[in-house]
Each structure stands twice: as C-alpha cells, then as structure tokens.
C-alpha cells in the first residue's frame, strides 16, 4: 500500500473539522510524497485536497499569523507549475491560498 493510499484512508476516516495539528500533520506528509507518486493518483489526492479544504475553512477563524502553513502554500505552489500537474493547477491553488495567513 503506497504512503498515499495510507494519507487517503486516515484523512477520510478523520472528523471533518480537524485540530490544526492534525491538519498540518496531514500537510507535512503530503509534502514529503515522491511527485510520481501525487501525479498517478490524482483521484486520491482531490479527496485528500477536498477534506483539508473543508476542515481549514471550518477552522479559519482559529488561525493565527503562529500557525505557519507556508510550507504547504509553497509545495501546492511549486505542484501547480509542474507540466505534469497542469489540469490540477487551479485546485493547488485553490489550497494554497485557503491556507495562507493574512494577519489582520
């Protein structure tokens, strides 16, 4: 089973409003999977996407200039350039954006 498959059945299996830790726990090993890997299952990766979306957008208001996602802004940034990723640029940026802090 690949690392993929495994961050795909413990996202989906995780509450819909997640802590922030666990979110960033979820973002940090999406950002260590080989390219390769995201780029052959994209079906898992848009549900993977999809429930981080949903749970940061429930838990904005939680979030302050300490919570430094930009680790993950940066490697959905740097996924959406690569060729290969073209057709799924606009949902990267999408997150991307969804967990960048703009401190008030």
């Known amino acids: 089973m690949s690392n ?3 961050i795909h059945q413990e996202i989906m299996q995780a509450p819909t409003v997640m802590r922030l830790q666990m979110e960033r726990d979820f973002c940090e090993r999406i950002t260590k999977l080989p390219p390769d890997e995201i780029a052959g ?4 990766m848009t549900d993977i996407l999809g429930r981080l979306h949903e749970s940061h ?3 904005f208001y939680e979030v ?4 430094d996602f930009s ?9 959406a ?7 799924h640029a606009t949902g990267l940026l999408g997150v991307a954006d969804m967990f960048t802090v703009v401190p008030y």
Do not use: E, G, Y
Not at 41 to 44: I, P, Q
Not at 71 to 79: C, G, I, N, Q, T
């Open 64 to 67: 302050t200039p300490n919570d």
């Open 81 to 87: 350039r690569q060729p290969q990723n073209a057709k």
């Open 4 to 6: 993929l498959t495994n």
């Open 57 to 59: 957008t429930d838990t």
């Open 41 to 44: 299952h994209w079906d898992l």
């Open 71 to 79: 680790f993950f802004v940066d490697w959905a940034r740097a996924m």
